[in-house]
């Protein structure tokens, strides 16, 4: 009989640390990589050991740099467990732990890792990350005097820190370059159009305000529109990624930075072809034509409305300045 196959989803979102504090999993593990660490009973002289050699330097400082929650997860009850995290403290260098006791056993029956051995629920040694979903992602299963998981996992660290790392250096790399495109684009693009009250300046507010899939169906209205929604959104990529003096700290904020990124590409990307032919690039599968249905509806309806308050604006300010120059008495007051 092999081990147990690790793998599943925690039954719930939230549980109570040794000290009685409410923790949000999916909290943790948006916001860090989360690796578990599980303990495989109390009295266990192999799996403490373990914590310590994980956490001994320098390995405890490459994990603090990667953004790497580690949550320590054994069977028993919570003072059984706070003595563990009691004698623990002097060798893991100030780390952060977070210690959960499963006391009924719940969340190792969930993901297939509760063993029974002399009629004591136990759990199997092993590490697994835990997802934003709360399912077991990467995992490293068994435990022994002879063999040890903490290399196993610097060694998936180090892999997913330089895969978020490549990641958003491509994101950063990418999107300067569509950037650059489109701005080229946008220049030859210009023509001279009248010049409004409002300017520019605030035609560009009003456009840049609009949601991105909403501003697509704007730029179809006239080139003029087309023009400043393209120099809005070049604008608010290079911005934004001049913000990015070095990468990110943490896995997970590379991530996240890398996917928002890759958003900011797809909207370069889509407006570079709306400039080229002037339609928004949101299309149906059939036929290339705009799938007007449900929310597409809604959002080609949105540039009409847009039109309508960019004009009620410029009225506005033409009467105000109608009551300034007293050219109109009725505007007065």
């Not at 405890?60 to 009850?77: D, S």
């Not at 059984?80 to 977070?98: A, Q, V």
């Amino acid at each position: 009989m092999g081990l147990p196959t690790v793998a599943g989803t925690l039954p719930q979102e939230h549980v109570l640390d040794v000290d009685g504090v409410t923790v949000s999993l999916q909290d943790v593990a948006s916001q860090c990589l989360t690796i578990v660490c599980t303990l495989k009973c109390v009295g266990c002289p192999i799996c403490p050991e373990q914590v310590r050699r994980l956490l001994q330097v320098p390995l405890c400082t490459r994990f603090a740099e990667a953004g790497v929650q580690f949550i320590i997860l054994c069977p028993g009850t919570d003072e059984e467990l706070r003595n563990i995290r009691d004698s623990l403290k002097p060798h893991i260098n100030g780390t952060s732990l977070i210690y959960v006791c499963d006391k009924d056993n719940s969340i190792a029956k969930a993901i297939g890792a509760s063993i029974q051995q002399m009629g004591l629920n136990m759990i199997v040694p092993c590490f697994f990350e835990l997802t934003r979903n709360l399912e077991v992602g990467w995992k490293q299963v068994g435990r022994g005097p002879t063999f040890f998981g903490h290399e196993h996992v610097l060694k998936f660290v180090e892999y997913r820190l330089h895969k978020s790392m490549k990641t958003f250096t491509e994101g950063i790399e990418g999107t300067e370059y569509a950037a650059r495109t489109l701005s080229e684009q946008l220049d030859s693009n210009v023509v001279a159009t009248e010049a409004t009250l409002l300017g520019p300046e605030l035609l560009q507010d009003v456009l840049g305000s609009l949601l991105p899939k909403t501003q697509f169906h704007a730029a179809t209205v006239c080139r003029e529109w087309r023009n400043c929604i393209a120099s809005t959104i070049c604008t608010k990529v290079l911005k934004s990624n001049e913000s990015f003096t070095e990468h990110p700290k943490g896995i997970m904020q590379m991530e996240d930075t890398a996917q928002s990124l890759k958003q900011d590409l797809w909207r370069l990307q889509a407006m570079s072809r709306c400039l080229s032919c002037g339609t928004t690039p949101v299309k149906s599968q059939r036929k290339g034509s705009l799938h007007l249905c449900g929310v597409h509806v809604v959002c080609a309806a949105v540039p009409l409305a847009a039109m309508i308050m960019y004009r009620a604006m410029v009225y506005g300010q033409m009467i105000r300045n109608a009551r300034l120059t007293g050219i109109f008495p009725w505007a007065s007051g």
